[in-house]
C-alpha cells in the first residue's frame, strides 16, 4: 500500500526564519513520482514541484529546495528566509504508475509565518 | 490560460438531500479527478477519468455518489442523499495524460465547499 506521512501538524516560525517541511512516503512501487502541493487561504491546492523516483537530485527554485532521499524515504522541502505570504497547508502527495495516476497525499503542515 | 472551474463554491443542504456539483476542466487535459478534502485533511481521490471512461472509483461510497463525464470534458459529481460526514470541500483536477504512466502534475480548482446540516 502506498502512504504519506507527513509528522509535522503546525509550525510556526518568525519572517526571515528557515524552515523545514518533512514528509515520508511508503510505497513498493519502483516508479513513483513525488509532489509538493500549497494551499493557501483561498482553498485552490497550487502545484510547487513535481520529482520522479528515478532522479535524487536536489532541486533549488527561488527561496525553496526540496531534499529527495530514497534511502530514507523522505521528500522534504525547505523555505529559506520565509515571508509571511508563505503561510499556507502544505501537502506533499505520492503518485505510483501501478495505481493509476491520482495522488495520495499526506495530511498537511499548516505553515504560519508571523511578521 | 483558464484554469479549473468549479461550481458552486459553497452549498448548505440538510441532510437527506441531494446535491450536485460542475466542473470544467482545463482545455485538452485528458484526466480529471475528483477528491474529497475533509477538515484538517489531505484531499482523499474519489474517482479518475481517463477521458470519458473510469480509471479509478474504488473510494467512491457508491450507494450515495455518482459521478459522470460526458463526452471526455465537463464532470458533475452528485450525492443522493447527503449525510453529515459528506460536508467537505470537493476538489475537481485535471491533468495532460494520454497514458496511465503518471507523473503529471495535476491542476485544482477553488474546490465546493459543502456542509450538511
Known amino acids: 500500500a502506498q502512504k504519506v506521512t507527513q509528522a509535522q501538524t503546525e509550525i510556526s516560525v518568525v519572517e526571515k526564519e528557515d524552515v523545514t517541511l518533512d514528509c515520508v512516503y511508503e510505497?513498493?512501487?519502483?516508479?513513483?513520482?513525488l509532489f509538493w502541493y500549497k494551499q493557501p487561504p483561498s482553498g485552490e491546492l497550487v502545484f510547487l514541484i513535481r520529482r520522479n523516483s528515478f532522479d535524487e537530485q536536489n532541486e533549488i527554485s527561488g527561496r525553496y529546495s526540496w531534499n529527495f532521499q530514497k534511502s530514507t524515504s523522505s521528500f522534504n522541502f525547505t523555505i529559506t528566509a520565509s515571508q509571511v505570504v508563505d503561510s499556507a497547508v502544505y501537502f506533499c502527495?505520492?503518485?505510483?504508475?501501478?495505481?493509476?495516476?491520482?495522488?495520495?497525499f499526506g495530511k498537511g503542515t499548516t505553515l504560519s509565518v508571523s511578521s | 490560460e483558464a484554469g479549473v472551474a468549479q461550481s458552486p463554491r459553497y452549498k448548505i443542504i440538510e441532510k437527506r438531500q441531494s446535491v450536485a456539483f460542475w466542473c470544467n476542466p482545463i482545455?485538452?487535459?485528458?484526466?480529471l479527478y475528483w477528491y474529497q478534502q475533509i477538515l484538517g485533511q489531505g484531499p482523499k481521490l474519489l474517482i479518475q477519468?481517463?477521458?470519458?471512461?473510469?480509471?479509478?472509483d474504488s473510494q467512491l461510497p457508491k450507494d450515495r455518489f455518482s459521478a459522470e463525464r460526458l463526452k471526455g470534458v465537463d464532470s458533475t459529481l452528485k450525492i443522493q442523499p447527503a449525510k453529515l460526514e459528506d460536508s467537505a470541500v470537493y476538489l475537481c483536477?485535471?491533468?495532460?495524460?494520454?497514458?496511465?504512466?503518471?507523473?503529471?502534475?495535476?491542476?485544482f480548482g477553488q474546490g465546493t465547499r459543502l456542509t450538511v446540516v
Open positions: 482545455s485538452g487535459h485528458a484526466t
Open positions: 510505497t513498493r512501487d519502483t516508479t513513483y513520482y
Open positions: 477519468f481517463q477521458n470519458n471512461g473510469v480509471v479509478d
Open positions: 483536477a485535471s491533468s495532460l495524460e494520454g497514458n496511465r504512466e503518471g507523473g503529471f502534475e495535476a491542476f
Open positions: 502527495a505520492l503518485s505510483v504508475s501501478q495505481a493509476g495516476t491520482a495522488l495520495i
